[in-house]
């Protein structure tokens, strides 16, 4: 069992990204501070590192952004100089960055090979769609620099997988997106919901057909190698694994996005909220916990929990996502994780895996 | 009784991967933002 506020997501230069993706969360609630870039200190970094190393042997540490390459190669040695310090003294510490890849060349895929870093990219499909939408500034599309970097990171074998964004425009073709992740050689992926753009985002309940079509096709393309995690944590879980996907594990508590200045939230998704600033790496952690928003929160997480009291599919779920708990979408949510967890469910009868 | 039809590889995979799973320790974690399993 994790402790509360053991998993750190680290935001070295907040929202900021080289790129202006047409659906981007972040992009709409920092753009305002988007003409200023500011790195995490020294400082900063080295009392990061300290505080989720101090109470834990095994650390995970996430880089994010923005686009966490922006903050530039040295910042990254410093990381690695100072997680160091912690492994001779027997911790077990491992990294992942999520990038946009426009940024990864010879050079960046040397410096995670050297340091250990695993890297996924995010990367719509298809390519007609990441065109559109994962743009630079100017409007140009990002594809060929993603491509040659998953191409750099699959070569030094330091490759994640990616992340691909789900709406308008390609929620009804899974069967193009497949076939254009396979031809890359792209066999690691995880799908995404686009939510909040009025233009781009797509229903709970086609986001479900969606991932019940990508369901069918994985079955029918029958590769082993090819991994698509929201889909394999459904069947892991159905099957008596263990959770793996963060929305399913009732422990929205463990997650820490930790900011620039230090600062400590929960998941990302409840950026800009004061009353979930849980305190700044610079207390104890002790204390941390014990604060009135961290409490607040874990009070809030049970209260809303317990309305999916009577779902027979609660166990599996474990209430989802808490920030969709919150949201007026629940109800729809809920009634499309079901269909889709049914139809999962009804397959693996099918080829008697389940009774 | 009916007999199920054949079990692709990539469910025979998955069971024995969450049959192993049950004695394995928690987490990597996937976040719905970003993906962090290898």
């Known amino acids: ?355 | 009784m009916p007999k199920s039809a054949p079990v692709p590889c990539v469910l025979m995979l998955a069971l024995s991967q969450a049959t192993d799973q049950k004695d394995a320790k928690p987490g990597p974690w996937d976040q719905g933002h970003w993906a962090n399993r290898k």
């Open chain 1, 1 to 355: 069992m994790r402790n509360p506020l053991s998993v750190p997501i680290i935001k070295p230069i907040n929202g900021d990204c080289n790129l202006g993706c047409h659906y981007c969360y972040m992009f709409s609630i920092l753009e305002p501070q988007k003409s200023v870039r500011t790195i995490m200190s020294q400082e900063v970094l080295q009392t990061t590192i300290d505080f989720f190393c101090s109470h834990q042997n095994d650390v995970e540490f996430t880089w994010h952004g923005g686009e966490p390459l922006l903050a530039g190669m040295e910042f990254y040695r410093e990381v690695s100089k100072l997680q160091k310090q912690w492994i001779s003294r027997g911790k077990k510490i491992s990294n992942f960055i999520q990038t946009n890849g426009s940024l990864v060349d010879d050079e960046w895929a040397e410096l995670f090979k050297e340091i250990g870093f695993f890297v996924g990219v995010s990367l719509d499909a298809p390519a007609s769609v990441h065109n559109r939408l994962r743009t630079f500034g100017c409007g140009t599309s990002s594809l060929s620099y993603v491509l040659r970097g998953i191409s750099k990171l699959i070569e030094k074998n330091i490759f994640n997988g990616v992340i691909c964004c789900v709406g308008k425009r390609n929620f009804n073709k899974p069967r193009e997106i497949l076939d254009f992740f396979l031809d890359q050689g792209i066999k690691s992926i995880k799908f995404l919901r686009i939510k909040g753009d009025e233009q781009e985002a797509i229903s709970a309940s086609q986001y479900a057909d969606f991932l019940f079509q990508i369901f069918n096709l994985w079955i029918e393309i029958d590769n082993p190698d090819l991994e698509i995690r929201d889909i394999k944590s459904i069947v892991d879980i159905l099957l008596g694994g263990e959770f793996r996907e963060c929305t399913f594990t009732g422990r929205c508590d463990q997650f820490a996005t930790v900011y620039n200045d230090g600062s400590i939230f929960p998941c990302d998704r409840f950026i800009n909220e004061p009353r979930l600033r849980f305190g700044t790496v610079f207390e104890p952690y002790t204390k941390v916990l014990i604060g009135e928003n961290f409490q607040a929160f874990l009070a809030e997480m049970r209260v809303t929990k317990e309305l999916c009291h009577g779902c027979c599919w609660s166990s599996l779920c474990n209430g989802g996502c808490f920030k969709e708990r919150l949201s007026n979408e629940k109800g729809n949510i809920c009634r499309a994780n079901q269909k889709l967890f049914e139809g999962i469910e009804s397959a693996l009868k099918k080829y008697g895996l389940l009774v």
